[in-house]
């Protein structure tokens, strides 16, 4: 655990089944441009009805950015942050999953001319703050409203990337669940267990600390105890919002922590083979958990004690490690998340492009408690494959 450790995050959360009207209190009319980032989907779905109406009612000027796509390279990102910067708004609203939410948090630093996302590609702290941004998360999640990072593919070397700069820390950020209820399962699952794994990774990442703990922890309870039934109850609006709550948590872990191999190896197989992150991270998390087990199954001992309802405080701690790695799996399974790459047709010839590509995020490796080799990635992999 580390020795000297801090934590940032959002200067103003309002959570709840109506937090989206206290979009009230942060519009001033002194705002002279707003716009609004989304995507073709949610705006599809009316999502952003609301602000909208909210800004119209105080006479704000906006205009929406909707041609996010899902999981963009860094050169779409830069296409949307060029198109935003013609805008000249003092105030950013994204509305939207982690895609649209990284992109709009890139533009908030890159509104002048001085830099690309390509430049922060190699130096990711030279933009500063530059425009107010508010975040909106429409799943449970990415944790992307809490964190510093904005996740962008590099297609030359068919590999994901973060960026990483405390400046795209959001200002404000409305967690309601509402905008999640009609969320398509598959999506909601995907999601769901990304916010698991970030979580659990935090938690047991070299990086772990006093302060990352108390949220990773309390984002596994609430997830591991709500994901079922707020992924296959439209209805269920308390577990979609503990799941918006526990997602945001995780992401705070994030800020002070960080994830390991479970998203270091998950993002070749999002960079090469477009599979959604959330997806790739489920079809990891539990190969890597076994892999990392011996070093952390203190841990996993203490998330038992935490998490499960009704546990056996009797159990030794290679018991309740083990069940909690089993529990990560049934979640996975109920939640009919593929456990296999089989499914996206990546031969197992590609396997030293994984193990390469996999072994170049030394920024999230360098977290995990058990080293990784190239074999152990190797074998990592070809449990999936």
Known sequence: ??????????????????????????????????????????????????????????????????????????????????????????????????????????????????????????????????????????????????????????????????????????????????????????????????????????????????????????????????????CTNPEALEAKNNMLLGSFYAGVAITSSGTTAVHALSYPLGGKYHIAHGVSNAILLTPVMRFNEPAIKENLAKAYDRVVRGGNPDLSVDEKSKYMITEFERIVELLEIPTSLKKFNVPESELEVLVEAGMQVTRLLVNNMREVTPDDARKIYLEVL
């Open 1 to 230: 655990m580390l020795v000297d450790y801090s934590l940032k995050m959002p200067k103003n959360i309002f959570a709840g089944e109506h937090a989206l009207e206290q979009l009230e209190t942060i519009l001033s009319k002194d705002m002279k441009k707003v716009v609004i980032f989304t995507d073709k989907g949610i705006l599809g779905a009316g999502l952003i009805e609301i602000p909208k109406q909210i800004l119209e009612s105080k006479g704000i000027d906006y205009s929406i950015i909707s041609e996010i796509p899902a999981e963009p390279n860094y050169h779409q990102a830069q296409e949307m942050i060029d198109q935003f910067k013609k805008e000249n708004a003092d105030f950013i609203i994204a509305v939207g999953g982690g895609s649209v939410m990284d992109v709009a948090k890139l533009a908030s630093i890159l509104a002048t001319d001085a830099y690309t996302v390509k430049d922060l590609l190699d130096d990711p702290l030279l933009a500063k703050k530059q425009v107010t941004t508010l975040m909106i998360p429409t799943t449970a999640g990415t944790g992307s409203e809490a964190t510093p990072n904005s996740i962008v593919a590099i297609p030359e070397k068919e590999l994901k990337v973060g960026i990483v700069n405390p400046e795209m820390i959001a200002d404000f950020v409305i967690l309601d669940g509402r905008l999640i209820k009609k969320l398509p399962k598959p999506i909601a699952a995907a999601t769901g267990v990304d916010a698991l794994c970030h979580a659990i990774e935090c938690f047991t990442s070299t990086k772990a600390n006093p302060i990352s703990n108390t949220f990773a922890l309390e984002a596994l309870d609430l997830i591991m105890n709500n994901i079922i039934e707020a």
